[in-house]
């Protein structure tokens, strides 16, 4: 089956670069995503790897190495409502899951 | 475009009560999921679709039953509802499973007493 796992809660500071990490296992792997979620809200869709490499949208970078089963995702220029959950993801076909989703990693943006 | 709509929103539920989620999606979306969402446990997957008509398991499906009978709408149902499903539950559609991004239904917050 499909699993995955990345930090529980990462803190930082306003301003800041930080770096939420994400390994994964799986079979028939299409691809890496990362949602955000805030407090009583739904996940909305931040970013998507199916090659290794970085991809870059605004002031969030995700990357993946499919050879290490690992991505992660980078948020520079930290702002307060950044605060949020983070949720890596993998899709996969072949009969799997689908789309398995990790833990979240709760993130808190300090003054 | 409403993209993907939940009802209801909330929900109280007596132990033994029966109730069905609806799900229903706009993208003509191929894929369909219904997770739960419990503190610190992430987004479990309780059953999914991969068409009209086809359902499947996740991982914690006990309890829980679905239906497909068309494409855009994807029904959960507890026949019996335990204390154990309070939860909050989110419904999320893809357009095939190499698509990037999922779309999720606002979430039902329900509660079992």
């Known amino acids: 089956g499909q699993s995955l796992e990345q930090p529980s809660e990462v803190t930082a500071v306003e301003g800041a670069i930080v770096q939420i990490n994400c390994t994964y296992q799986?079979?028939?792997?299409?691809?890496l995503s990362w949602y955000q979620q805030h407090d009583g809200g739904a996940p909305t869709f931040l970013s998507y790897n199916a090659l290794d490499g970085l991809e870059e949208t605004g002031r969030f970078s995700s990357f993946l190495s499919r050879s290490d089963s690992y991505g992660y995702l980078l948020l520079q220029e930290l702002q307060m409502k950044d605060s949020a959950s983070y949720f890596c993801?993998?899709?996969?076909?072949?009969?799997?899951?689908?789309?398995?989703f990790g833990k979240g990693t709760h993130l808190i943006i300090q003054p | 475009n409403a993209g993907v709509t939940q009802t209801p929103k909330f929900r109280v539920l007596k132990t033994g009560q029966s109730m069905t989620l609806l799900c229903a999606q706009d993208?003509?979306?191929?894929?369909m999921y219904w997770y739960r969402q419990d503190p610190g446990m992430g987004l479990r997957l309780i059953h999914y679709?991969?068409?009209?008509?086809?359902?499947a398991k996740g991982k914690v499906p006990d309890g829980y039953n679905v239906s497909r009978l068309k494409k855009q709408n994807f029904l959960l149902g507890l026949e019996s509802a335990a204390p154990s499903q309070t939860s909050v539950y989110f419904c999320a559609s893809l357009r095939w499973p190499q698509a990037s991004e999922a779309f999720f239904g606002q979430g039902t917050r329900l509660t079992v007493v």
């Open positions: 993801a993998v899709t996969s076909g072949g009969g799997a899951d689908g789309l398995t």
């Open positions: 679709s991969v068409g009209e008509g086809t359902t």
């Open positions: 799986t079979s028939g792997f299409y691809g």
């Open positions: 993208m003509n979306h191929e894929y």
